[in-house]
C-alpha cells in the first residue's frame, strides 16, 4: 500500500531487541519516529543509529519515542548495538524491530510486494530500506523522506521537522524554510486578518498571503 500524509499508518505485531510490541500500543498518546535500514553490521547506519542514540534526552524532551526497524534477526541486532554505543558514546536504548520476513517493509512501502532476500544477499537487496516516518500522537503520518544507501541521514534535521510538526499542530501555524525554534512563524491563508490580530497578536504582512508573526509561547 502507497502511505500518504495523514494516513494512519498501519499497526502490525513484531519481535523487537525489546520483545514483541503492538505497534499502536507501543506509540501510546505521544509522537514516534520509526526509522529503518537495511542491514546490521553496515557502515553509514551505524553512524546513523549513533546519532539516535546521541540524541536521546532531546526525544525524550519532545515526549517522542523512537524505534528502529531493519531485516535481520533480534540477535543480530543485540550484537550491532554494542558497536552502535562504542561509536556513539551513548547507549542504544531504543529497540529495533526484526523484519526477517519483510512484513514491516511491505507494510510501509518500502518494498514491493514480490521482494525477497536472497542467499547471502547484500544491503543492495534491500537498499529501500532507509526511511523515516514522524508518526502523531493521533497514528497519523506526518513526515516521511527516504535516503540512499550512501548518503547519511542528518537527525539534527528529523529533530527541526519534528518541532515544526509539534508547533504547527499544538498552536495552528505554519513554519518557514530554514524554520527553528523560537524564530517567527507563518499565518495559513485560511485564518483572517481579524482572527489573526486576536490570536497572535502583531503581525507582519510581506504579501496578502505571506504573514509572519512572532512564535507562540
Known amino acids: 500500500m502507497a502511505l500518504r500524509i495523514n494516513d494512519v499508518v498501519p499497526n502490525f505485531t513484531a519481535e523487537t531487541t525489546e520483545g514483541t510490541i503492538d505497534f499502536h500500543d507501543w506509540i501510546g498518546d505521544g509522537w514516534a519516529i520509526l526509522f529503518s ?5 553496515t557502515p553509514v547506519c551505524t553512524t546513523e543509529f549513533g546519532a539516535v542514540a546521541q540524541l536521546a534526552d532531546e526525544w525524550a ?25 562504542t561509536f556513539a558514546g551513548a547507549e542504544a ?3 529495533i524491530i526484526a523484519d526477517e520476513g519483510l512484513e514491516v517493509s511491505k507494510l510501509y512501502d518500502m518494498l514491493p510486494a514480490e521482494a525477497y ?6 544491503p543492495a537487496d ?8 514522524i508518526i502523531g500522537p493521533d497514528k497519523q503520518l ?15 534535521e528529523i529533530l527541526r521537522a519534528l518541532d515544526a510538526l509539534q508547533a504547527s499542530t499544538k498552536h495552528g501555524i505554519a513554519t518557514p524554510a530554514n524554520w527553528t525554534t ?19 497578536g502583531e503581525f507582519t504582512a510581506v504579501f496578502p498571503y ?8
Open 37 to 41: 535500514h537495511p542491514k546490521d553490521f
Open 61 to 85: 524532551k519532545r515526549g517522542t519515542k523512537v524505534i528502529g526497524v531493519s531485516v535481520d534477526g533480534v540477535e543480530d541486532h543485540k550484537k550491532w548495538k554494542g558497536d552502535i554505543s
Open 93 to 95: 536504548t531504543f529497540p
Open 117 to 122: 532476500l536472497p542467499d547471502g544477499r547484500t
Open 126 to 133: 534491500s537498499a529501500t530500506v532507509r526511511s523515516v516516518f
Open 142 to 156: 506526518k513526515l516521511s523522506m527516504t535516503y540512499p544507501m550512501t548518503v547519511g541521514r542528518n537527525f539534527a
Open 182 to 200: 523560537g524564530q517567527d512563524v507563518i499565518i495559513p491563508p485560511s485564518v483572517s486578518n481579524e482572527a489573526a490580530k486576536e490570536k497572535f
Open 210 to 217: 505571506l504573514r509572519t508573526t512572532k512564535a507562540p509561547e
